[in-house]
């Protein structure tokens, strides 16, 4: 049975992603350590998704690690050496972020950096899949024209009829703190990539 290591995996996109894998017959690694509680508080609790992932889905192994844990990173992807890795960990919050711009910045960058050294040093061959946000192109999408459509608003321009793509600009907008820690770890997943 191949193995797949979601990093973030009690938090919304992540524990989809594990239900999405278990259910095509991988062995899921879930690295998450509820880190969401420390950010918001007790309403930003995963733990009942986490518990949720570990009664339903045969073959998921929930692994309490911090994305900053560089050792323990570089350890369990050394001791996995999964097939695929899916990224969804971060410090989400556009707002939170200048409220703690080291944690921030340690999470989304630091954390990327992290898992993308120890994938290169044990499983080189593995896809790596990396979930970022729209935040990463500051206010630049601003600019573009909309068209007022039925029952919502669009891109005006057909070149952004599937939305904005990879290589739309980053330069000469407006960055939270948030979009800039996920900057860092969005050019550091495409020069890895390389």
């Known amino acids: 049975m191949q193995s797949i290591l979601v990093t973030g995996s009690s938090g919304l996109i992540g524990s989809e992603v594990c239900t999405f894998f278990a259910n ?12 969401r509680a420390v950010f918001f508080g007790p309403q930003g609790d995963t733990r009942s998704n986490q518990q949720r992932l570990e009664r339903e889905l045969d073959g998921f192994e929930h692994h309490e690690l911090d994305m900053r844990d560089r050792q323990g990173i570089l350890d369990i992807v050394r001791q996995l050496r999964p097939a695929i890795i899916v990224h969804t960990a971060a410090q989400p919050s556009h707002d939170r972020a200048a409220a703690i711009p080291f944690d921030d910045f ?6 990327t950096l992290n898992l993308l050294e120890a994938a290169r040093q044990s499983c080189p061959e593995s896809p790596f899949i990396h979930m970022s946000t729209n935040k990463v192109y500051g206010d630049a999408p601003n600019r573009l024209r909309l068209a007022e459509l039925e029952t919502r608003w669009d891109y005006a321009d057909g070149e952004f009829a599937n939305g904005i793509a990879e290589n739309f600009t980053i330069d000469d907008s407006l960055h939270s703190l948030f979009g800039a820690s996920k900057v860092a770890g969005d050019v550091m997943v495409q020069e890895y990539g390389l």
């Open 24 to 35: 095509m017959g991988y062995k899921v690694h879930g690295i998450d350590n509820n880190q």
């Open 106 to 111: 340690d999470t989304n960058a630091v954390g």
